[in-house]
């Protein structure tokens, strides 16, 4: 089925000057909550989803390798359980960069490439490492005017923290913030305020359908596996949907001020930060609108698939 068809279950119809191409890059197999933002980018009428590429999550214990091609696998069972047959999705890059300059090739690397060189502004929705995107940039430079890098992670300012996506591709972090793409940031504090208990994704995404299903019962035997009394961004009756923070900063409208423009920092070694006044201009948000972006999840969800 095109997507087009499940936006029309959707039924809304922004104005077309609305529209954003958008990709989105994701490590999709890392945890539970990719699957939420993919799909919520998918059933979002103003975003153009062009494709969407795997991303590795190598940092983590027992994927040596493999984490990539999980993700990739995690990206066309999503799609299959979404009806949707004609978004394409691609292999990224293995493993982190080997420096700070390194482009590795990659399929979804190249497709990032093709897609901004077209005329017009390119999201790219980041929700893992920044490896496929630092290896754009690092193999095409001319392509950083035209894209806009909707960066899911880092520490919080001013010290900053070692931080998980960050902790996957240090060198490609860097390698964006030396950039001259465009740069829009919401760090741990803000996209760990998107938490959601287990009763309410119980109430509000899994009757719907088998991908509403397929959600929640992923998410919860994610929880079951993954919980630690010592990890503090888990209750044990929460989660956190920190990916959907790439939809949020475009969904919210602009008059807010809940951004503020900070001179990028230096990416030490210890993954703090170090301040750098010569350091390009990116936007780093201060906060996000965590009731409009998860009940436009749960309607879009539910308008989508509640017949299902």
Known sequence: MKRSEILHRVGVTPPPAARLRVIVDTDAKNEADDQFSIMHHLLSPM?????????????????????????????????????????????????????????????????????????????????GAMTNVAAALNAAPDIAENLVVLWNGGGPYPEGRPEFNVMQDPDAARALLSSGAEVWQTDQSVYSSLEVTLAELKSKVFPYGKLGRYLYEQLEAENHREYNPAFLLRTGENWTLGDNTTVAVLLMNRFRGNWHMEHAPILKPDLTYAPDPNGRLIRVYDSIDVRLTLEDLFAKLKLAYGNS
């Open 47 to 127: 975003l153009d989803v062009l494709g969407i590429v795997a991303t590795h999550f190598e940092q983590k214990a027992g994927y040596t390798g493999q984490s990539m091609e999980a993700s990739y696998q995690e990206i066309e069972k999503l799609l299959a359980l979404a009806e949707i047959d004609d978004v394409p999705f691609f292999r990224g890059c293995v493993s982190p960069l080997a420096n700070e300059k390194d482009a590795p090739a990659s399929d979804g690397v190249d497709f990032i490439i093709r897609e901004a060189r077209k005329p017009g502004k390119l999201y790219i929705a980041v929700q």
